[in-house]
């Protein structure tokens, strides 16, 4: 019988949020963005960097420039008013940018 050859999987989880300059006006949250991959298209099966909200938003636009009839998944809502303290708000800006990398 002839192998068959494993199949690609690629993993995302969006991590870690930290929040810088707490409590002044230009605080942010940055995530830590894991991924792992056996694809044979990527050099490094694992890598790891943070993002902002703001650089999901400018891939998001890269994307829709691109995508010509493919759907771009949606972010997360932006809040109108940065909510430091809220680690609720927090979590669910996490799970909704996963599941914008994810899609």
């Known amino acids: 019988a002839i192998p068959t050859p494993p199949q690609e999987l690629t993993t995302v989880r969006v991590q870690d949020p930290r929040v810088h300059n707490e409590g002044s006006w230009n605080s942010y949250v940055d ?11 990527f050099t490094a099966k694992t890598s790891c960097v943070r993002r902002r909200y703001r650089e999901f938003a400018w891939l998001r636009r890269q994307l829709q420039k691109n995508a010509g009839l493919v759907p771009v998944p ?23 940018l996963q599941q914008f990398l994810e899609r």
């Open 31 to 41: 995530y830590k963005i894991f991924l792992h991959t056996n694809s044979k298209a």
């Open 74 to 96: 949606e972010l997360p809502g932006k809040s109108g008013f940065f909510v430091g303290s809220s680690d609720e708000f927090i979590e669910r800006r996490r799970q909704g």
